[in-house]
């Protein structure tokens, strides 16, 4: 229950993080130029003010800056209740996520001992001028003998084990309701998900009766959508003109065109990357040339191993490795760990060991890289190839949405909840295949699961990938991956009821990149019958 009280705490705190804004200081410089001019009179100062808010175009930016803290800042739910019980409510749930936390630090510890590697060093000063020299291209820097000896401190198939096996101690199924005993599902924890109609409601956007791009623009032999694609644009355009973030939102619905998805997000996201940015992605860069941290191979080898190794993103394998370096010294990262179950991993100063005054996160952002989670960013060189606009881009997006996808935790936008929704809408929907997959030892969400953590990135061709992304941000939800996710195992049906084990059925789905994504979410929410 949220009290009066606690709405007030609410409302000054996104005043006042708008009052430490570099938008509210222009506004606010704009606005006394404005009230100094003769043609303004103290009489009707007010509404004077006002309208130049409105005619400026600083009204539709202080609305956006409202609904991004809105967004993004964690409200209040009740005084009295203690901070990492808001952050997850669920106790089974908290203990998992730090064993979990504690299992990942005792293994980069591990590899620091192993090959006597230090978590962080101060590069020498010739260290620092090759690293400044060479920071444009360091794609291409990476000691080969050093990559081998790196390894990944977890893999999307260590985190699926680990969530498995999380079950609620507290849970007693009712014995005489059949409806009651656990299902076919994997996930032992019982959440909360949307039903089939309520996600026809959700997305009712998605009808097939609405035009979308990356559907109906490529149906040129139907004359009816022939001129959809420049209507398309020149709406786009409108919207990016207008500047408001919700009417964006509402665009990207149906499909943002490529050539106009940068200037779109930028609204959707509410970000825009102006010279103070600049001036401390300089400065983080700075930080990356100073001193050698053990995830900046981490990083190096992960990008290596997945995005070069990609034919849609190689190309970008230079930019990637320093959006990426750069994040990890971010210590502003640290701010989403407000609204996550995790908690950021912790080292001591050498000669400390054990006192907590000389505690330190590690690395600064808090995050430490697992395998693949470069592909969170490869596809962004689609959207912003420059190295600072593609970093200000992750950034957003993996603190907003993506590093839920690899923690443990009860809210409806978690893994858990992912996963939870589709075993439900593939057992309910599908039972037939799913009961077979079960059977033969392919279960659904061992073949579903990379999908999922990566939110298809690395999966499906980049524009359908982006497509998805669009819709991802536009809804504010991450609930149509794991309707994607059903609706590709319920498209290839026919084929995956024919397989009698894990490897035939991980052969049958190993190339989902022609799938059309909107297509699909269109078949499973509105033509399945």
Same mark, same amino acid.
């Given at each position: 229950?949220?009290?009066?009280?606690?709405?007030?705490?609410?409302?000054?705190?996104?005043?006042?993080?708008?009052?430490?804004?570099?938008?509210?200081?222009?506004?606010?410089?704009?606005?006394?130029?404005?009230?100094?001019?003769?043609?303004?009179?103290?009489?009707?100062?007010?509404?004077?003010?006002?309208?130049?808010?409105?005619?400026?175009?600083?009204?539709?930016?202080?609305?956006?800056?409202?609904?991004?803290?809105?967004?993004?800042?964690?409200?209040?739910?009740?005084?009295?209740?203690?901070?990492?019980?808001?952050?997850?409510?669920?106790?089974?749930?908290?203990?998992?996520?730090?064993? +979990?936390? %504690?299992?990942?630090? @005792?293994? *980069?510890?591990?590899?620091? $001992?192993?090959?006597?590697?230090?978590? =962080?060093?101060?590069?020498?000063?010739?260290?620092?001028?090759?690293?400044?020299?060479?920071?444009?291209?360091?794609?291409?820097?990476?000691?080969?003998?050093?990559?081998?000896?790196?390894?990944?401190?977890?893999?999307?198939?260590?985190?699926?084990?680990?969530?498995?096996?999380?079950?609620?101690?507290?849970?007693?199924?009712?014995?005489?309701?059949?409806?009651?005993?656990?299902?076919?599902?994997?996930?032992?924890?019982?959440?909360?998900?949307?039903?089939?109609?309520?996600?026809?409601?959700?997305?009712?956007?998605?009808?097939?009766?609405?035009?979308?791009?990356?559907?109906?623009?490529?149906?040129?032999?139907?004359?009816?959508?022939?001129?959809?694609?420049?209507? +398309?644009? %020149?709406?786009?355009? @409108?919207? *990016?003109?207008?500047?408001? $973030?919700?009417?964006?939102?509402?665009? =990207?619905?149906?499909?943002?065109?490529?050539?106009?998805?940068?200037?779109?997000?930028?609204?959707?996201?509410?970000?825009?990357?102006?010279?103070?940015?600049?001036?401390?992605?300089?400065?983080?860069?700075?930080?990356?040339?100073?001193?050698?941290?053990?995830?900046?191979?981490?990083?190096?080898?992960?990008?290596?191993?997945?995005?070069?190794?990609?034919?849609?993103?190689?190309?970008?394998?230079?930019?990637?490795?320093?959006?990426?370096?750069?994040?990890?010294?971010?210590?502003?990262?640290?701010?989403?760990?407000?609204?996550?179950?995790?908690?950021?991993?912790?080292?001591?100063?050498?000669?400390?060991?054990?006192?907590?005054?000389?505690?330190?996160?590690?690395?600064?952002?808090?995050?430490?890289?697992?395998?693949?989670?470069?592909?969170?960013?490869?596809?962004?060189?689609?959207?912003?190839?420059?190295?600072?606009?593609?970093?200000?881009?992750?950034?957003?997006?993996?603190?907003?949405?993506?590093?839920?996808?690899?923690?443990?935790?009860?809210?409806?936008?978690?893994?858990?909840?992912?996963?939870?929704?589709?075993?439900?809408?593939?057992?309910?929907?599908?039972?037939?295949?799913?009961?077979?997959?079960?059977?033969?030892?392919?279960?659904?969400?061992?073949?579903?699961?990379?999908?999922?953590?990566?939110?298809?990135?690395?999966?499906?061709?980049?524009?359908?990938?982006?497509?998805?992304?669009?819709?991802?941000?536009?809804?504010?939800?991450?609930?149509?991956?794991?309707?994607?996710?059903?609706?590709?195992?319920?498209?290839?049906?026919?084929?995956?009821?024919?397989?009698?084990?894990?490897?035939?059925?991980?052969?049958?789905?190993?190339?989902?990149?022609?799938?059309?994504?909107?297509?699909?979410?269109?078949?499973?929410?509105?033509?399945?019958?």
């Amino acid at each position: 229950m949220i009290r009066d009280g606690d709405r007030e705490d609410d409302l000054c705190r996104v005043i006042g993080e708008l009052q430490k804004s570099s938008l509210f200081s222009k506004m606010k410089a704009d606005l006394q130029k404005e009230v100094g001019k003769p043609h303004i009179h103290v009489s009707d100062m007010k509404q004077s003010v006002r309208t130049y808010l409105r005619d400026s175009g600083w009204e539709v930016k202080l609305q956006n800056a409202v609904y991004a803290l809105l967004t993004s800042l964690p409200m209040s739910r009740t005084s009295d209740i203690p901070q990492n019980h808001i952050k997850e409510p669920l106790a089974f749930l908290r203990k998992a996520q730090i064993n +979990w936390e %504690k299992r990942i630090v @005792k293994s *980069i510890n591990s590899m620091c $001992t192993e090959l006597s590697l230090p978590l =962080a060093r101060k590069r020498s000063a010739a260290d620092q001028a090759h690293m400044s020299s060479k920071f444009e291209t360091l794609g291409g820097e990476l000691d080969e003998k050093q990559m081998e000896k790196i390894k990944p401190v977890y893999a999307p198939k260590d985190f699926f084990e680990a969530l498995i096996g999380i079950e609620n101690p507290s849970f007693t199924p009712l014995r005489k309701t059949p409806s009651s005993i656990k299902g076919w599902g994997l996930i032992k924890v019982q959440l909360h998900t949307k039903s089939l109609h309520e996600m026809k409601i959700a997305y009712k956007e998605l009808d097939t009766g609405n035009l979308h791009s990356g559907v109906d623009d490529v149906l040129l032999e139907s004359s009816s959508t022939d001129s959809f694609p420049s209507d +398309w644009n %020149k709406l786009g355009r @409108k919207v *990016i003109q207008q500047g408001s $973030t919700l009417a964006a939102r509402q665009y =990207a619905k149906y499909g943002c065109p490529p050539g106009l998805r940068g200037d779109l997000w930028k609204l959707i996201l509410c970000y825009d990357v102006d010279d103070v940015d600049l001036l401390y992605f300089q400065q983080l860069k700075q930080y990356v040339i100073d001193y050698d941290m053990l995830v900046d191979s981490l990083i190096t080898k992960d990008i290596k191993l997945t995005a070069a190794n990609d034919d849609n993103y190689f190309v970008f394998e230079d930019v990637l490795c320093q959006a990426l370096l750069v994040f990890s010294r971010d210590t502003s990262v640290l701010k989403h760990f407000e609204q996550s179950s995790a908690t950021p991993p912790k080292s001591f100063i050498r000669g400390k060991l054990g006192v907590q005054d000389y505690a330190v996160v590690y690395p600064p952002n808090g995050f430490i890289p697992f395998h693949g989670f470069s592909l969170y960013a490869a596809p962004l060189g689609f959207v912003c190839a420059e190295a600072p606009q593609l970093y200000y881009l992750f950034k957003q997006i993996y603190t907003r949405y993506f590093f839920r996808l690899h923690t443990m935790s009860s809210h409806p936008q978690g893994m858990l909840s992912l996963c939870v929704l589709f075993e439900n809408l593939l057992q309910t929907h599908e039972p037939a295949l799913f009961y077979h997959l079960k059977e033969v030892g392919a279960h659904p969400l061992r073949l579903a699961f990379n999908w999922l953590i990566y939110a298809f990135a690395g999966y499906l061709d980049t524009e359908q990938l982006l497509l998805l992304w669009d819709r991802i941000f536009a809804y504010n939800s991450m609930d149509l991956i794991a309707v994607l996710a059903m609706a590709v195992l319920s498209y290839r049906r026919s084929n995956l009821l024919e397989v009698t084990s894990l490897q035939a059925a991980q052969t049958v789905l190993a190339d989902i990149s022609t799938l059309n994504t909107v297509a699909l979410l269109q078949y499973v929410l509105f033509l399945k019958q």
